[in-house]
Every structure is written in C-alpha cells, then in structure tokens.
C-alpha cells in the first residue's frame, strides 16, 4: 500500500487530488490519499474532466463540511471502473 497526500486544490499538477489519484491507480493493490491543506472549508473545482479511478484507493478527507469538490457542471466527479466498486 503506498500513501498519497493532497497539498493543494489545483485540479492537476503535482500535490493535486487528480494527480494523487493517478499515482494511485499506477499502483498495485489499494492505496490511500490524505489531504494536507489548512484552508478550511475548501473546494477542489474540476475544470479538466472527471477523476478515474481504476485501481483500489482509499481517499480520507478531513471532514464532509470541510473539503469538498466540484465538477464545475462539466461533468462526474469521479468515474470508478467497475471492478473498484465494492458494496457491503
């Protein structure tokens, strides 16, 4: 399992959600992604597309009030392959 931490709230680039995501998904098995941003509460606003998601990541945020992110009306948030999806 490798760890990933979110530094800021650009939408791509190094430190950002969709860049941890990517390193996870290159990642075998299942990793997990933190956020270490002081500014609270914030948004993440997507202005490139979707995260995808194809690898098994737990994504641990600092509080449902406290972090979120928008798809800017111009698409999902995240989109998971299928084989990801596990329901209880």
Known sequence: M???TVTNLFDSGMGSLR?????ANAQAG???IFFDISS???TITLTTGE???TDSVN???PGANLRSVSRNNNSRIFNIAAS???GQ
Not at 19 to 23: H, L, W, Y
């Open 40 to 42: 609270f509460p914030s």
């Open 2 to 4: 490798a760890t990933f």
């Open 19 to 23: 860049n941890a995501i990517s390193d």
């Open 30 to 32: 299942t990793d997990e």
């Open 51 to 53: 995260l995808n998601i």
């Open 84 to 86: 990801e999806v596990a």
């Open 59 to 61: 994504i641990l945020k």
